[in-house]
T-cell receptor, first 114, second 113 residues
Framework: EAGVTQFPSHSVIEKGQTVTLRCDPISGHDNLYWYRRVMGKEIKFLLH????????ESGMPNNRFLAERTGGTYSTLKVQPAELEDSGVYFCASSPLSGANVLTFGAGSRLTVL | AQSVTQLGSHVSVSEGALVLLRCNYSSSVPPYLFWYVQYPNQGLQLLLK??????LVKGINGFEAEFKKSETSFHLTKPSAHMSDAAEYFC???????????FGKGNQVVVIP
């Protein structure tokens, strides 16, 4: 079984540019989560999809962040325009609807904003 | 708000020695508790979890943790460290099983030969 796949693994962009991160969850996992770790800080929740619907987006830092999950399969997280403080590692995780206590995480996408 | 405290960002342990990573949480309701490990260039991997039942939980790779409600703690231990245990370890908590995890800052474990 393939795990959670994230792309790109590392992205370096200039302040003001746009970046789109992609997450492919485990096939059949209806729950999809985005988390972020800013350097030196805790991993923090961003948002939660159930299939294509946003269940909880209370962790999204501001309106420069847009997450989508069209068709309820893969998800994208777009940052536009990127700011320096957006640098960090963005993790995606998924879980099935049942047994929802265990998340499977991807390796993360490291974003560096210069 | 949920919070998780892990003291000591970097922990050094000698090969063969006890590994002890401390985790305390703040909560007024029973939490679900987790330990995750991240090896270089890999995703977060679940080591073990506590939801209900037995308070001593055994996980993968010889790790275990004990939930102590009176101390609001969930410390992770392994009797004998191995070089392959070098990684970053995260304690996390959720409530009502909703998977909105609150993480500690993590412990980077270095194993000294």
């Amino acid at each position: 079984e393939a795990g959670v796949t994230q792309f790109p693994s590392h992205s370096v962009i200039e302040k003001g540019q746009t970046v789109t991160l992609r997450c492919d969850p485990i096939s059949g996992h209806d729950n999809l989560y985005w988390y972020r770790r800013v350097m030196g800080k805790e991993i923090k929740f961003l948002l939660h999809f159930v299939k294509e619907s946003k269940q909880d987006e209370s962790g999204m830092p501001n309106n420069r962040f847009l997450a989508e999950r069209t068709g309820g399969t893969y998800s994208t997280l777009k940052v536009q325009p990127a700011e320096l403080e957006d640098s960090g590692v963005y993790f995606c995780a998924s879980s099935p609807l049942s047994g929802a206590n265990v998340l499977t995480f991807g390796a993360g996408s490291r974003l560096t904003v210069l | 708000a949920q919070s998780v405290t892990q003291l000591g960002s970097h922990v050094s342990v000698s090969e063969g020695a006890l590994v002890l990573l401390r985790c305390n949480y703040s909560s007024s309701v029973p939490p679900y508790l987790f330990w995750y490990v991240q090896y270089p260039n890999q995703g977060l991997q679940l080591l073990l979890k506590y939801t209900t039942g037995a308070t001593l939980v055994k996980g993968i790779n010889g790790f275990e943790a004990e939930f102590k409600k009176s101390e609001t703690s969930f410390h992770l231990t392994k009797p004998s460290a191995h070089m392959s245990d070098a990684a970053e370890y995260f304690c996390a908590v959720s409530y009502y099983g909703n998977n909105r995890l609150a993480f500690g800052k993590g412990n980077q474990v270095v194993v000294i030969p």
